[in-house]
């Protein structure tokens, strides 16, 4: 069973988890209105992700016997003044999440949930990669500034790396 202090924790990481999603959804829906395809379509994928982290620990809140209490999401940015900003925005963010990722096993372990503890160790795993993902987009669009061509390739790229049937030639 958790501890009143650890429900609470996680509840609150549900709540960053589901900003997450709603931050990188407006990314996406700011990346489609400037046709920006690709980079929509990745930031979409990442809002999914961010959802299925959510629901992870929502299900082990449940599984724990412990309350799920969703809170009040604040509303997100709806725009960048260019693809640099968004994805620095996007790293930051990431960055916010690992911080509350680690202080959730340090309270786990503090408290001696070894049960939540190992839970954790998977999102520990997934922020490394989610930064080094974001940071690797975030050098190649620095590197290309507004160079018109490369920032098409870069979003070619991003629209097959997220599975995007125009991006492999299909039309539905």
Known sequence: MLSQKMQDALNAQINMELG????????SAHFTTDNLLGLAAWMRHHADEEM?????IYDFIQQRRG????QALAAPKTSWSSAIEAVEDALHHEE???ASINQLVDLARQERDHATDSFLQWFV???VEEEAVVDE?????KRVGDFAPALFMIDRQLAEQAGEPEAEGEVE
């Open 96 to 98: 916010k999440v690992t």
């Open 125 to 127: 795993d997934e922020q």
């Open 67 to 70: 309350q799920v209490v969703l």
């Open 20 to 27: 997450a999603f709603y931050t990188y959804l407006s990314m």
């Open 52 to 56: 299925t982290h959510a629901m992870k």
């Open 137 to 141: 987009i975030l050098q190649q669009l």
